[in-house]
């Protein structure tokens, strides 16, 4: 099953119901496909096959989905870009894929058309000069009709680029297998229903972006674009279009129960509340439920490569718990290595802290990096796919994560895993937000250090450290020896920690 046999069959199921909205303008499922087939025609009078790749440099638009769904019929490579990415990363996303086609707005123009490039795709423009077809041209200059492809489910739906926070953004094919799959995971693991109306925020360029709208389309839903997060604009947009199901970074969740006006609204239609891409605080899960009252409020722990891992319904009677292996998962904790000498079968016991990795026979499982051997052989061995994340297994058989190989900290010998601690500093009623990370020290090799958003400006590092002594679930040597307050925490625009930027030194004084 292709994804434009599925978005047809939408169609064909409710022509009339509300497909997208964007601002004033209503698009039907009818309308979207006569548009979506005008450009799939004038996309293929160009030269575009099968599996070519186009890349894509838009924000959340009608014309960013239409070409979606135009180029999924036709069957190339829908490759969307982080439009935040450095110029230097988006030629090389540009040239590792070798676009045939570029797609972009006005505002990555320069970037995009004063690249050094491998070879001279065509450009696309949307409200761009100088380009050689612009969307419009598209749109008007296209037919009804366009050549039926044969696409098999195996065949590369889309390209999506992690955004990572080393090393070269790398690219993680997805065929229409992975994309249908975890879409209907998706869908039955946070209890949907037919015709939902989420908030289309979540840049489709992330793979919480592409759920969502695909989701949408399967359930004959409606997706509200919209090209930038504002939480007042969201906010007023989930009570003007009885949004039902949201799916978003804690980041922005945040960023809506504060905002001053929420205490004024009310927010009947609203169902579920589903998060990913990083931890939610006790506190932030408490606010989101009095403020939103969900029927279901759901943790996902996944992926770009496999979508799912494990999803958690029950994020407020266990706070930061991630559950269970979703429906086509199969997980394993395994002595922790970072060189990855370990093998699959060296299992931890129960309550231990291993590595969590996940079977690649799942449906929802890419086959390996885009022209990146050396990363698919660091992160898949003998059919399992690690993932660097270290967690443990309570005694109900949920899954919580502890931390990062890579951000475990070695202090004189012994092994910290940041997230006991955050946890810890967490529930201290001055702090708002808290991250931890092992700074070098020529004593102890790696010390705790406490990077503190603060809720309460009266609160000191005296206090913390105190605080932390005598805190009966941490250990006296595990405590922070160095606190940094900042007003707030370095996030990338998937709404993870900016790990980098901390331990570069970047924020290394007292900021509020």
Known sequence: MNLGQLFQFSVYRYPDNIAIVQGDRRVTFAELNQEVNRVASSLQRLGLKKQDRVLVLLKNRIETIVL??????IG????????????????????????KFVIFEESSAHTVMQGELSSRPIYIGLNVDNVDVSYTELLNHGSETFYSTLIDDDDISVILYTSGTTGRPKGVPRSHKNEYASTLAHIFQCYYEWHECTLGVMP??????LRS???????????VSMPDFDAHECLNTMVEEKVSCLYLTPTMYHDLVHHPEVKYMTFPSLRTLVYAGAPMSK?????????????????????????????CSEVTKKPGCAGKPGIHQHIRLVVPDPERKASPLETVKKGEIGEIIVDMSSSEAFKGYWNRPDATASSIKDGWYFTGDLGYV???????????IDEMILYGG????????????QDHPKVEDVVVVGEKDERWGQIVVAYVVPKDDTVSVQELDQYCKQHKQLSNYIRPRKYIFLAELPRTT???IAYRKLRDGQYSEYIF
């Open 76 to 99: 190339a490579v829908f490759t969307p870009i982080n439009l935040r990415l450095s110029p230097e990363d988006i030629h090389y996303c540009i040239n590792d894929v070798e676009a």
């Open 283 to 311: 506190a932030l899960i408490q606010k989101c439920t009095e403020i939103f009252a969900p029927q279901h409020f759901i943790n996902h722990y996944g992926s770009t490569e496999i979508y799912t891992f494990t999803t």
């Open 414 to 425: 012994e092994n910290i895993h940041p997230q006991e601690v955050e946890r810890v500093i």
């Open 213 to 223: 709208l695909i989701a949408m389309v399967l359930c004959n839903g409606t997706f």
């Open 204 to 209: 489709i360029y992330h793979t919480m972006g």
């Open 394 to 404: 309570d005694d109900e058989g949920d899954l919580y994560i502890v931390g990062r």
């Open 494 to 496: 998937a709404g993870k």
């Open 68 to 73: 979606f769904w135009a180029i999924q019929k």
